[in-house]
């Protein structure tokens, strides 16, 4: 399984009716951030890149998956922050925090967009 597959898994959300035991979701989300920033900073300095157009295509299909489920775990977020405090600003940043998960919705369709074009190029 590769960087962004192993990601992805660690993203994942029990079904419903699955009995998981809880635990703090920041250690994913720092270790997945970590990771894409870390690939990001590779490709700016010229130590890897894509040898084909079908390179391209996969692995904007892996960001395209990223993105969906950044979008998933913000709107996560959101619902869950209010009940985690009285604190009356919750209620403001959860709303801020819904717009952006709509915003990382958009960007996956957008993406989605631009993978199907990616993958007619030979």
Known sequence: MGRAAAALSMLRMPTEGENVAPYDPMEPLRSSARSVAGVADDIAVGRTGWGRPSDVANSLDWTQRLAAALADVVRHQAEAL?????????????????????????????????????????
Do not use: I, N, W, Y
Not at 90 to 116: H, R
């Open 82 to 122: 209010p009940g985690l405090t009285g604190d009356p600003r919750a209620s403001e940043a959860a709303k801020l925090m819904s717009v952006a998960a709509a915003t990382a919705a958009q960007l996956t369709d957008e993406l989605k967009q631009a993978l199907d074009a990616a993958g007619t190029v030979r």
